[in-house]
Structures are given as structure tokens and as C-alpha cells.
């Protein structure tokens, strides 16, 4: 007999040899229809596997990502021997599962094409496949084996994979007629798979070089039901409304342009100035929580990012050390902000009452990301992070941990993120070897995080091992208005920084001693937080942060005087507007603009013009009645206040 230890720690025992079907069996009969995959010792493997000896397991459902994972790595299976039969002597790359269906890149052939318009025949030739109900199994095979299995069928690329495994490591796996080389784990068999959608092509190096073969990179996702595979279709339809892209063209938000260079984002006028909101507010809320802004270069000495550790991340493959006329002199591109506000600490000395210090700096950086990579702003270039570097004694993490999550909320509130998760990263306790700093900082900033995350009530999960070297963490995720996953927001500890800038204070004892550095970003970066608010919004911001807050709509040329006075006023208000001065008629003109994002429509005409008022009609209510313009402008500056301060009251 074995003991198996299931995630709420109960123990029971099992005859050796069990498989982790054959537990959920024992558990449940509805269990068994749904568990996916099982993980063992922390190892993800084959539901039919047999355990011999005494684990821990957990059985993963499709709510699981590791369950999740094992059906879509089967789908890709499935959808290789779906491929090798319609296009025979197709070879095979990889094929993985990814956050949202897998992919598999294959070559069919020079002379072959597959595209879009072929996806339908592969996907019903899955379909039939699937229901034969074929079991995926599992085979260990030596290196030579492998090799000559791979050799025969004529497929260089996965020898060439082979080729770089350790024999005794190698396993396949078998279903129907299809066989590939894999760790697995995968499905009992095929049929739970029973929603196909391929989703796309495109080209992919073979891994990733591009000094090597092109090959055709197909996308797809499957799901245990119908309705789940509608549902997600109807959510890729309202992403592409919904695309960042799309909607920064049209507000002429931001441009990109090829002769600057690709992944550099240009912030057009009204993007640029909603930015700017954007970073008041900020300002604004970190100036309230004691923070204090301080300006950098954006370059500095390679010297300095030796020191800081990043030339070992950054320096090969990122922008490459910049050569000045004078011998010898070499500057980096900022990757990160950090090591600039270590010297800005080190200025001066400092003592225990000074501490914590909270540099921020709206600070640009560059990092390289291959052209291929790039998206929009959530994948660019150069970006700017609204960084800021706090400083502190370990007695003061857990406050200062506080501090950081208030704001993130506020922000979250503000802007309407209100589904949100986090996550905290903690150091792996079977080996804290690998890890900077003394054990007990370690503990007592882990132990900091998780009260702070506590006191807060927040919904959270806990990754042991996730933790950088260099200290833990903990990132926010939010949920945007179709149910996608963002990740904003970091607060991350670090022991590392200080010890290499030698940063000091003096303490009560008089004896010098190392602060704590925490790094935060709660929109992360201003490019990739405008990306996903535009996503989460659809464009229609909130009031206060919009574009343009209301559009001036006469009736006929007589009224365009009036438009321009009503215009004029309202922008001693502070108040954005536009006029539309088309000669179209007004019913028009109201059906078009209701089109557009913006919140308020004001309709002038004679009676308007005659009584120093505006009709408005609010976007989605419908019509507010005549107000005069005075009323109007305070109307609307209540609206703003109370959007920017219900929620200050909380804080
Ligand atoms: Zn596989
Ligand atoms: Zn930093």
C-alpha cells in the first residue's frame, strides 16, 4: 500500500500502482468524468500513470490550468494526426499549449500549402478523429530509438530535438495513427475534446531564428463543450472591437511610424494629453501617500548597470552600449530606473528618521524586443513606467506594502478595474540557496506581504518558488470588461540593489546598516496601461479622462458664433469640447456623433442662442433637458469631482 496526500492534506491509502484515474474514481464517479490531468510531487502527468510509491497529488480540472494545459496539449496532437493524414509527410516543430489553445508548427512541404482557407478540412477531420475515442499513450524509448523512429519518417526536426535530450528522459506518446515525440502529459483519450476552432496561420522560424526555415504556425482551441467554444468566439469578436489599435486610430490617441523605428510609440495631442491626466493623477495621489518626484537621464555609464546586475540581463541582448568621440566612454539605454535612484539615495547620508525615502519618476526606458514581438503598446520599444523606489527599514515593509496596494486600489477603483486578483511570489523552501539576502529578511518580508495582502482582504494566491532571486513579490491581475487577464501593477522587494549600491543608513544604534528597496509600478507602464484601459473601455472613457467631454452640435451655420462662444466658455471650465460645423441636418449630426465616445451632445439653436443655454443629451440617457451654460459647466464639474472623489474618501 502507499499513502497519497491530496492539496487539503488528508492521507489515504492506495494499493501501489494506482493511477490518478483511478483516485478520482475512488472519489467520484462525476470527478472522474471531469479531471483532466494530475499533478504528482508537483510533477503534471498522465492521468493513467501509475504512482508506486507514497505522493502528493492533485487532480486538475478544466478550472485548473494544469488541466486546461493537458487538453489543449492533446489538441494539438490531435490536430498533428488530423494534419499528417490529409497532408502526408507533413513534418512536425513543436507544438505547445498556450494561454489560450495551443499551436503546432509544422512543414508540409515545399512545394505544400496550408492556409486559412484550408483550417475547416483539418478541423473536421479532427472532429471525426476525436470521437474515435483514441487513447493517448505513453511509451519510454531510448535516445536511439527515438532517433531512428524520427530518421525513418524523414522529420530533421525532431531529430534535431532528439539530438539535444538525455537518453533515459525520452518518452512518446501514441494516438490513432499518430505518434510523437513528447514529455507529456496528456488525456486519457480524445474523447472529451469535442469544440474545435482553428483560429489561424502565420509564418514562424523553426525556433525562432531567423537564419532558419520558415514554417506555418497553426493556431487553434478546443473545449470539453459547444457553448464554451461560442462563448469564446463571441469574446475574440468583441476583443477586435475592442483592439487598442483600432480604437487609437481613431481618437488619434497614438501613431507609430516606420522611418522612427518599429516599437516606438508616437503619443498624438490628445493621446499625449490624456496621458498627462492620467500622470496628474498619479502625481497627485503619490504626492498624498509622501512621495517625492525626482528627474533622470536616459542613458547612464555601462559602469553603472555592471554594478546593478543588468548589463549580465540586458547588455547582450538588449540595445547595445552607445560610443561617444572620447575614447573608452560607453553608455547604455536605461533598461530600468532603479540603479539612477540608488545614486540619488547615496547623495546624501541618511539616518534612520529619514527612511522610508519614496523617489518616483515617470522614467522612460528601452528594452529590445525582436520586430516580430512587437503589439501596439503592450509590446513596444521604448515605454515609460511610472516608477518609484521606496526606501525603508524591514520594520517599515509591511507599512509601506500597505501604502503601495492603497494606491494600486484607488487607481483600480478609479478607473473601473473592479475584477481583480493577485498574486504573491515566494521564495521555493526546498532550496533557499539561490536566493539574496539573510533568511530572516526573507521571512519577515514574506510574512510582511501576506499580512499586508490579508489586512486588505484581497482574493489571492500563493507561488512558492516564483519569487525572484532577488526578493518576493506581489502583482496585481485584473479582469477587463470581456473577461481577458491583464497583468498591471508590480510591488516587488528587492535586497539585492542595496547591496550592490552599498546603500546605507545610520541607525538607532548609530551603526550603519542596509535599507530594504521595494519597486513599484501600479499601471506598470503608461503605454501598456492606456492599451488595456482602451480594451477594458471600448474607448468610451471615464469622463474626467476622455478626450473630448462633449460635442457642440448647432442646427444650421447660423448658430456656429454661438458655438464658438459656448466653446470658449466652457474652456474657462475646464471643460473639453469639440464643435461639429458640418452643414449636415441635426438629426444626422446626433445619430453620428452618438457614434463616437463622447459623453455629452449639445444641441444649439435659436432658443439656445436666445436664452445663453444648450440642449444635452448624455451618450446612452438620452436627453437632459435645456440647461443654461453656467449650469452646464458646474453639471459637468460635479460629475468629474465626484468620479475622482467618491473614492477618495476610502483611501
Ligand atoms: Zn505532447
Ligand atoms: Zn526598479
Known sequence: ??????????????????????????????????????????????????????????????????????????????????????????????????ENGFYYDVDP?????????????????????????????????????????????????????????????????HQGEFTDLCRGPHLVDTSPIKAIKLLSVAGAYWRGDETRKQLTRIYGITFPKQNMLEEYLEMLEQAKLRDHRKIGRELELFTFSQRVGPGLPLWLPKGAQLRERL?????????????????????????????????????????????????GEEFLLKPMNCPHHCEIYKFKPRSYKDLPVRLAEFGTVYRYEQSGELHGLTRVRGFTQDDAHIFCRPDQLKDEFLKVIDIILYIFKTLDFN???????????????????????WEKAETAILEAVEAKGMETTVEYGEAAFYGPKLDFMVRDAIGRKWQLGTIQVDYNLPERFELEYIGADNQKHRPVMIHRAPFGSME??????????????????????????????????????????????????????????????????????????????????????????????????????????????????SQLETIESDV
Not at 500549402?113 to 475515442?133: C, F, H, R, V, Y
Not at 469640447?577 to 456623433?593: A, Q
Open 279 to 327: 500622470e496628474n493623477f498619479l502625481k497627485k495621489l503619490q504626492r498624498e501617500h509622501g512621495y517625492e518626484p525626482v528627474i533622470t537621464p536616459h542613458i547612464g555609464q555601462k559602469e553603472l548597470w555592471v554594478t546593478s546586475g543588468h548589463y549580465a540581463k540586458y547588455g547582450k541582448d538588449s540595445f547595445q552600449p552607445i560610443h561617444t568621440p572620447q575614447e
Open 109 to 173: 512541404g515545399d512545394d505544400v500549402m496550408i492556409n486559412e482557407g484550408d483550417l475547416t478540412e483539418i478541423e473536421k477531420k479532427m472532429k471525426e478523429l476525436a470521437s474515435q475515442k483514441n487513447a493517448y499513450t505513453r511509451e519510454e524509448v531510448s535516445k536511439d530509438e527515438a532517433m531512428k523512429f524520427f530518421s525513418n519518417k524523414g522529420d530533421n526536426y525532431k531529430t534535431e530535438l532528439i539530438g539535444e535530450l538525455e537518453d533515459g528522459t525520452i518518452s512518446f506518446y
Open 1 to 98: 500500500m502507499i499513502k497519497i496526500t491530496f492539496p487539503d492534506g488528508s492521507v489515504r491509502e492506495f494499493e501501489a500502482g494506482v493511477s490518478g484515474l483511478d483516485i478520482a474514481r475512488s472519489l467520484s464517479n462525476s470527478l472522474a468524468r471531469e479531471v483532466l490531468s494530475v499533478n504528482v510531487n508537483d510533477e503534471l502527468w498522465d492521468l493513467t500513470r501509475p504512482i508506486h510509491k507514497d505522493a502528493s497529488i492533485k487532480l486538475n480540472k478544466w478550472d485548473d490550468e494544469d488541466g486546461k494545459h493537458a487538453f489543449w496539449h492533446s489538441s494539438a496532437h490531435l490536430m498533428a494526426e488530423a494534419i499528417e493524414s490529409i497532408y502526408p509527410g507533413t513534418k512536425f516543430g513543436i507544438g505547445p499549449a498556450i
Open 528 to 641: 501598456r496601461f492606456v492599451a488595456v484601459l482602451i480594451e477594458h473601455t471600448a474607448g468610451k472613457f471615464p469622463l474626467w479622462l476622455t478626450p473630448d467631454q462633449a460635442v457642440i452640435l448647432p442646427i444650421s451655420e447660423k448658430f456656429h458664433d454661438y458655438a464658438e462662444k459656448v466653446s470658449e466658455f466652457l474652456k474657462n471650465y475646464d471643460i473639453r469640447t469639440l464643435i461639429d460645423e458640418r452643414s449636415e441636418k441635426i438629426g444626422k449630426k446626433i445619430r453620428d456623433n452618438e457614434l463616437k465616445r463622447i459623453p455629452y451632445l449639445l444641441i444649439i439653436g435659436e432658443k439656445e442662442q436666445e436664452s445663453g443655454s444648450v440642449s444635452v443629451r448624455r451618450q446612452g440617457e438620452g436627453d437632459k433637458g435645456v440647461m443654461y451654460l453656467e449650469d452646464f459647466a458646474v453639471f459637468l464639474q460635479k460629475e468629474v469631482r
Open 419 to 441: 475584477d481583480f486578483v493577485t498574486q504573491v511570489s515566494l521564495r521555493d523552501p526546498k532550496d533557499t540557496e539561490k536566493y539574496i539576502g539573510t533568511d530572516e529578511n
